[in-house]
């Protein structure tokens, strides 16, 4: 029994989320940008860090002009 009262209350939980996430997205129109602007502003009136921010480094994960494991001059499978 304390596992199901245990239960109800994540469900709880969780309802509570996705109402503020809904009325927080309708606050700004679901604009994901305007919501960080927000926070930000916030962040900064408050004086704490919450938000990190940093460069983003948008690197590829394997450098181009080829890999050891790849043949172009095969057909994929899907072109078969």
Do not use: C, Y
């Not at 029994?1 to 239960?7: G, L, Q, R, T």
């Not at 004086?47 to 890999?67: A, F, W, Y």
């Amino acid at each position: 029994m304390n596992s199901m009262h245990k239960s109800d209350s994540v469900d709880s939980a969780i309802s509570d989320l996705h109402a503020w996430r809904r009325e927080l997205s309708d606050q700004f129109s679901g604009d994901v940008r305007a919501m960080v602007e927000d926070a930000m502003r916030r962040q900064e009136q408050s004086g704490h860090r919450i938000i990190r921010r940093r460069e983003l480094t948008n690197k590829p994960m394997h450098p181009s002009g080829g890999s050891a494991g790849a043949d172009n001059s095969e057909t994929s499978p899907a072109a078969r």
